[in-house]
């Protein structure tokens, strides 16, 4: 923990602030090619200076919530966490099932899975992204919502998806890692699998997936749920690649496009060892925010014990974005963009740009398409918009329907 808080002391001027100033600077004074070549060298400078300066400053961290060899990654770090207690506040209003009927609902031989006191969820991955489903999950009106919890995360985990009292809700359990006899009970009993993780070097170990989805092992599978990334390309660069290097680890910058598509064949390919379940694809860019906001106001998402988490700064970012930006946007296949040569404003902004995905979007829209047959072997990605308040069950409606 005290290392931890050493490399937070030891950073940089954030880079929100050093984008600001950016901002009020140079956009009155060059023209538009000019303004452009001009980033392209601050690019440049920032590539030099993280070289030279920022090597370890700007580390992931996150609770691993799976057995650390369960994910692979192109980077060597894998750091995990320990929290503050919690501060979380007020429910919001219980949640009503989708009534309108439309062909995402209606099939011959059904894959969703509706909320109901039968129906178990099952999370894996790693990052916060998988702490934020089973809370979801769980909130949504599921009889059973599990995830995989190490042991030297389980505090964190706990703080993360508790209420406003501390607890955690009734129907998640955290599953000790170490307790493979639960986990393969769990794995009979669940009717959909929920994948993710936040950080952009890893994907779900193939052979954890095999584990997961082998056909004996979950006779009651009808549906696996992942979250990957905008693989299409556009908008990415050497803006994007040196806003990732020099601000923001996380930046979806492209780089693992080929591990992610691997990705996206294996979870195919199992499902289809399955029979008669079905896979969605749900697409992330640069991940943000995740949790309930200014005093507990969406207290169906992490706990606010993340901004301390998060937080390098005197106010986290994380906590302005997730105040800014409850909106979501849906868009059909992969065809989000990246921020292009507004990266360097983009990467920590807190604010709407391309490129990004609310965390607390992703989740929704994935535990959401459960109960969605238009969802079946389809991909789409999540967006956002400026809006203070999170989308209403109608909202979330014509959101589904423009995509599928």
Same mark, same amino acid.
């Given at each position: 923990?005290?290392?931890?808080?050493?490399?937070?002391?030891?950073?940089?001027?954030?880079?929100?602030?050093?984008?600001?100033?950016?901002?009020?600077?140079?956009?009155?004074?060059?023209?538009?090619?000019?303004?452009?070549?001009?980033?392209?060298?601050?690019?440049?400078?920032?590539?030099?200076?993280?070289?030279? &300066?920022?090597?370890?400053?700007?580390?992931?961290?996150?609770?691993?919530?799976?057995?650390?060899?369960?994910?692979? %990654?192109?980077?060597?770090?894998?750091?995990?966490?320990?929290?503050?207690?919690?501060?979380?506040?007020?429910?919001? #209003?219980?949640?009503?099932?989708? %009534?309108?009927? #439309? &062909?995402?609902?209606?099939?011959?031989?059904?894959?969703?899975?509706?909320?109901?006191?039968?129906? #178990?969820?099952?999370?894996?991955?790693?990052?916060?992204?998988?702490?934020?489903?089973?809370?979801?999950?769980?909130?949504?009106?599921?009889?059973? %919502?599990?995830?995989?919890?190490?042991?030297?995360?389980?505090?964190?985990?706990?703080?993360?998806?508790?209420?406003?009292?501390?607890n955690v809700p009734p129907n998640l359990e955290l599953v000790p890692a170490s307790d493979s006899d639960r986990v393969e009970e769990l794995l009979s009993q669940t009717d959909a699998l929920l994948i993710a993780t936040d950080d952009v070097d890893s994907v779900l170990d193939p052979s954890i997936m095999n584990y997961l989805l082998d056909p004996p092992k979950v006779p009651n599978m009808k549906r696996i749920v992942a979250m990957s990334r905008n693989l299409n390309g556009a908008g990415m660069g050497l803006l994007v690649s040196a806003s990732r290097r020099a601000a923001n680890a996380q930046v979806w910058d492209n780089a693992n496009v080929d591990a992610y598509r691997e990705y996206e064949g294996n979870i195919q390919k199992a499902t289809r060892a399955l029979g008669d379940a079905a896979w969605t694809i749900v697409r992330a860019g640069t991940l943000k925010g995740g949790a309930c906001g200014e005093n507990g106001l969406y207290s169906q998402y992490l706990a606010e014990s993340y901004y301390e988490l998060t937080k390098n700064d005197i106010i986290t970012w994380q906590l302005l974005f997730d105040m800014n930006v409850r909106g979501v946007t849906l868009m059909k296949g992969d065809v989000m963009r990246g921020p292009g040569f507004k990266a360097v404003f983009a990467s920590t902004g807190t604010g709407y740009h391309e490129g990004d995905s609310g965390r607390c979007g992703v989740a929704e829209a994935m535990v959401r398409s459960l109960e969605l047959e238009g969802a079946r072997n389809k991909d789409f990605g999540v967006g956002t918009k400026e809006s203070r308040e999170v989308p209403s069950e109608e909202e979330w409606e014509e959101l589904f329907r423009g995509c599928l």
């Open positions: 923990i005290g290392s931890q808080r050493q490399k937070l002391k030891s950073m940089p001027m954030p880079f929100s602030t050093m984008t600001m100033t950016m901002t009020m600077t140079t956009a009155p004074l060059f023209p538009h090619r000019l303004a452009i070549k001009s980033l392209l060298g601050v690019a440049v400078l920032l590539l030099v200076s993280h070289r030279t &300066n920022t090597s370890d400053a700007f580390s992931f961290h996150r609770p691993t919530t799976i057995i650390s060899s369960w994910t692979s %990654s192109s980077a060597a770090r894998q750091q995990q966490l320990r929290s503050p207690s919690t501060t979380h506040q007020r429910s919001t #209003t219980s949640i009503r099932k989708l %009534s309108y009927t #439309t &062909n995402l609902y209606s099939s011959s031989t059904s894959t969703t899975v509706q909320p109901n006191e039968s129906s #178990t969820i099952g999370t894996v991955g790693s990052g916060y992204v998988p702490i934020l489903l089973s809370k979801l999950a769980a909130h949504r009106g599921h009889g059973k %919502s599990w995830i995989i919890c190490p042991a030297s995360d389980a505090d964190v985990m706990r703080q993360l998806a508790s209420d406003a009292d501390g």
